[in-house]
């Protein structure tokens, strides 16, 4: 079946019904997205299709077919919210987090603290008390400083 992975068009073969998760993992090669619940009920295996967070333990293969899909692989390590929870300590046994920072990437520059929790309600963490994910991510959105306006000096 066709269909972008990480901005690259792929086919892979696999059953219809097979869970995305498992076929991401399987098929695919890419063990970024991880199994919590296997029931929709904890966001781990969060990625994004057509640019929405959705729980790929629930979506079945053929769902994806023509769409595009995301995976943690397809930040490459280098984006901001994956600076910012390393330098924040928004991540420890990280099976949560994959999934936190692809809901996170769907959140507007400037996210209020109550957006945030609101983008990430259907991702459940065990370990870090949320705290320290929340301020990353506020870390990574926020926005630059506004440039000082000069005074024209006159000489
Ligand atoms: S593993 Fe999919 S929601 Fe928990
Ligand atoms: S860091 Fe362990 S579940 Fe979130």
Do not use: P, S, Y
């Given at each position: 079946?066709?269909?972008t992975l990480n901005g690259r068009k792929v086919d892979v073969r696999a059953h219809p019904m097979k869970r995305l998760l498992d076929v991401l993992?399987?098929?695919c090669a890419l063990p970024g997205t991880k199994e919590g619940c296997g029931e929709g009920e904890c966001g781990a295996c969060t990625v994004l299709?057509?640019?929405a967070p959705v729980c790929?333990?629930?979506v079945p293969f053929?769902?994806?077919s023509g769409a595009s899909v995301?995976?943690?692989e397809g930040l490459r390590g280098d984006h901001p919210l994956q600076?910012?929870?390393v330098s924040e300590g928004g991540a420890q046994c990280g099976i949560c987090t994959p999934g936190m920072i692809l809901a996170a990437t769907t959140l507007e520059r400037g996210a209020t603290r109550a957006e945030i929790q609101a983008a990430l309600a259907g991702?459940?963490?065990r370990c870090t008390g949320y705290e320290a994910i929340y301020r990353a991510i506020e870390k990574s959105l926020r926005r630059p400083p506004a440039p000082v306006a000069r005074k024209a000096t006159r000489r």
């Open positions: 079946m066709r269909f993992r399987e098929e299709v057509d640019g790929a333990c629930l053929a769902q994806v995301k995976t943690i600076k910012a929870f991702n459940l963490c």
